[in-house]
């Protein structure tokens, strides 16, 4: 009876294809926008510090390719404002060097 030990034999991979097959790998369409939103998320705090109203952050990030529901805006705000603080990376006002944070729902 033969077993089925392949730790002997050795693997015939294409390794450069599988390493350019795992290079084109694209990240989920919520973890895009959730990547995208990370990058805008300093002037968004900032807009919003100025009072920019929230409708018009949200229509502009339509307009350029990054839609958002209320809910979800909000969502992401919280999730990046923790991931922040938690990592010491506070948005800091221009001016004055105060905190800036969004702590109210739209």
Same mark, same amino acid.
């Given at each position: 009876?033969?077993?089925?030990?392949?730790?002997?034999?050795?693997?015939?991979?294409?390794?450069?294809?599988?390493?350019?097959?795992?290079?084109?790998?694209?990240?989920?369409?919520?973890?895009?926008?959730?990547?995208?939103?990370?990058?805008?998320?300093?002037?968004?705090?900032?807009?919003?510090?100025?009072?920019? #109203? *929230? !409708? +018009?952050?949200?229509?502009?990030?339509? &307009?350029?390719?990054?839609?958002?529901?209320?809910?979800?805006?909000? /969502? #992401? *705000? !919280? +999730?990046?404002?923790?991931?922040?603080? &938690?990592?010491?990376?506070?948005?800091?006002?221009?001016?004055?060097? /105060?905190?800036?944070?969004?702590?109210?729902?739209?």
């Amino acid at each position: 009876m033969s077993t089925h030990n392949d730790t002997t034999e050795p693997l015939e991979i294409d390794t450069e294809h599988v390493i350019a097959a795992i290079k084109a790998l694209q990240p989920g369409k919520m973890t895009k926008k959730t990547l995208l939103f990370q990058q805008y998320y300093p002037v968004i705090v900032e807009a919003l510090a100025r009072k920019v #109203l *929230m !409708k +018009a952050i949200l229509e502009l990030l339509k &307009d350029k390719g990054l839609p958002l529901s209320v809910g979800g805006f909000n /969502s #992401l *705000m !919280k +999730a990046e404002q923790k991931r922040r603080e &938690d990592c010491n990376d506070v948005v800091k006002c221009q001016h004055c060097g /105060s905190p800036l944070t969004h702590s109210q729902e739209v």
